[in-house]
């Protein structure tokens, strides 16, 4: 499965901030995120039954 997300205004508000960053092996906080399309997809719901990788690219355009 591949997905396009972008993070707005509106989910970024939705995040509470950590005391300590997400430790290798350690499950990822869900959030919501709108893809391509703008439809809303969740972090938990792209897990599903398969192993799910995010990856953030830091584009340099």
Known sequence: MSCAA???SSSSGDL???DS??????MAPD???E???NRKV???SAR???PT???FYRGNW
């Open 16 to 18: 509470k901030p950590r």
């Open 21 to 26: 960053p997400v430790a290798v092996g350690e």
């Open 53 to 55: 990788v995010l990856v």
């Open 42 to 44: 969740t972090l938990s």
């Open 31 to 33: 959030f919501t995120l």
């Open 48 to 50: 599903g039954s398969m």
């Open 6 to 8: 972008k993070l707005n």
């Open 35 to 37: 893809d391509q399309n």
